[in-house]
Nanobody
Framework: QVQLVESGGGLVQPGGSLRLSCSAS????????MDWYRQGPGNQRELVAR???????NYADSVKGRFTISRDNAKNTIYLRMNSLKPEDTAVYYC??????????WGQGTQVTVSS
């Protein structure tokens, strides 16, 4: 069964940290570009970070220097380390798997709330 499962969300104070995980099953993980997206209240879904098959990374300007995306192909998992969290980082965070000529695969999302 093709599936992405996110975990690690929660409530954190401003300035705090969280690490999100996204575990994949049913795909040849190492062949997929993996993304983290987020959708805040009243906002459109936006790309936060991307890690390609060769481990090249890209980040939204709003998270550069604070967030780090990584992947472990042996565990079929990607991570998003989020430091110096701000209230505006509050959102549902989704992972997505993409491969040329194949349909995109989305996870169900995990809620991150940054609040004092």
């Amino acid at each position: 069964q093709v599936q992405l499962v996110e975990s690690g969300g929660g409530l954190v104070q401003p300035g705090g940290s969280l690490r999100l995980s996204c575990s994949a099953s049913g795909i040849i993980f190492r062949l997929y570009t993996m993304d983290w997206y987020r959708q805040g209240p009243g906002n459109q879904r936006e790309l936060v970070a991307r890690i390609a098959t060769g481990a090249n990374t890209n980040y939204a300007d709003s998270v550069k220097g604070r967030f780090t995306i990584s992947r472990d192909n042996a565990k079929n998992t990607i991570y998003l380390r989020m430091n110096s969290l701000k209230p505006e980082d509050t959102a549902v965070y989704y992972c997505k798997a993409a491969r040329t000529y194949y349909h995109d695969i989305w996870g169900q999302g995990t809620q991150v709330t940054v609040s004092s």
